[in-house]
């Protein structure tokens, strides 16, 4: 079975750039932080960094960065991610899954409303990275 | 401990990430029977004591975590090992750089399963900074196959490792790459012909 190539892979960005231009865009931009220390990891960080992934891909949000971080601090609420957007404060939530993920962009990215239930409050600031 | 042995890969990479490494070398060599994995770094190292120390699951340095008093990434490592009948091996050299290597005895019922390996290698890439990976898998079964990926290649194909788009065609592409390995072990599991069976039945014969 033929792999993708780095030419292959290449080339669909570049088809994938055309289509972002033509799209509507909100023009600022999204940063969603998750948790990836070992706590995170332990608590299933990574099947929620696929689901945002895969859900922002596949809503066609193409101004949100993904990135990781390590330990919060918040080893009690993992796996922990921060939404921060312009006309939203920055917001953590806890105890994040796959499910909670399509609620947290449908709601807290598209609908610029906090999901209630996960909001966690930020440890002081000597223990975050 | 954590759920998979993905997990556990990915913890220890990010290690080599927070320990300043600009270039990182994970090989991962499966056989029916054992998972070889290999971390080396050019990060800070760790002098002898600080070795013992990062062991400890009842210490961390304070410094990656302040106010906390457990670090727990490699003694899930440890604590797996010891349980599975595995070996595993931690050098370093401060200001060097560390090697860290495991071999996980795949036949071992209480060993957690392999896991999604390149959703591993996806989540070691986008870690900010620009820092080199390289990724060696291999697999020796009934067929024998092989990839490498390279961080800074991959980087240069997409452009950034930013934003959702590139981030699902990067994890796309190393699901891709893993794909024959998926083909091979999956045949030899519906067949039952794992290198292993097949050696004993020529014993047999």
């Known amino acids: 079975m033929a792999k993708l190539t780095l030419e292959e892979l290449r080339k669909m960005r570049e088809a994938g750039k055309k289509q972002i231009d033509t799209r509507q865009t909100h023009g600022k931009e999204i940063f969603v932080v998750i ?26 949000i193409t101004d949100a960065v993904v990135k990781q971080t390590g330990c919060m601090g918040l080893c009690h609420s993992e796996p922990t991610v921060e939404i921060k957007m312009p006309g939203m404060p920055d917001t953590i939530y806890g105890k994040v899954d796959a499910a909670l993920v399509d609620q947290l962009i449908d709601e807290h990215i598209l609908g610029k409303k906090l999901v209630s239930g996960h909001i966690i409050d930020r440890p002081a600031g000597d223990i975050m990275k | 401990m954590h759920h ?97 290597s495991f071999r996980l005895n795949l036949r071992h019922i209480d060993l957690p399963p392999v896991g999604d390996l390149p959703l591993a290698f996806f989540s070691a890439m986008i870690f900010d900074g620009s820092y080199e990976l390289v990724i060696h898998r291999s697999y020796n079964g009934s067929c024998e196959t092989e990839y490498t990926v390279t961080r800074s290649e991959l980087k240069e194909a997409l452009g950034s490792f930013e934003d959702a788009e590139a981030l699902a065609l990067l994890k796309q592409f190393l699901t891709d790459q893993e794909s024959d390995i998926k083909e091979i072990k999956n045949g030899e599991i519906n067949t039952g012909r794992t290198a292993q069976n097949a050696r004993s039945r020529e014993k047999t014969d």
């Not at chain 2, 290690?15 to 090989?27: D, K, Y």
């Not at chain 2, 961390?60 to 797996?80: A, S």
């Not at chain 2, 091996?89 to 060097?96: A, I």
């Open chain 1, 35 to 60: 948790g990836m220390g070992t706590c995170g990891i332990a608590a299933g960080a990574k099947s929620v960094l696929n689901a945002f992934i895969a859900k922002l891909d596949e809503k066609g």
């Open chain 2, 4 to 100: 998979s042995i993905g997990d556990m890969i990915a913890d220890c990479l990010q290690n080599s990430v927070e320990a300043n490494a600009s270039r990182i070398v994970l090989t991962v060599s499966e056989t029916p029977q054992w998972l070889d994995v290999r971390i080396e770094d050019n990060g800070k190292g760790m002098s002898d004591e600080e070795m013992k120390r990062a062991t400890d699951p009842f210490y961390t340095d304070g410094v990656k975590h302040k106010h906390r008093k457990v670090g727990l990434g490699l003694p899930f490592l440890i604590q797996t090992v010891e349980a599975t009948d595995s070996t595993w091996n931690l050098r370093s050299k401060k200001g060097e750089g560390t090697i860290l």
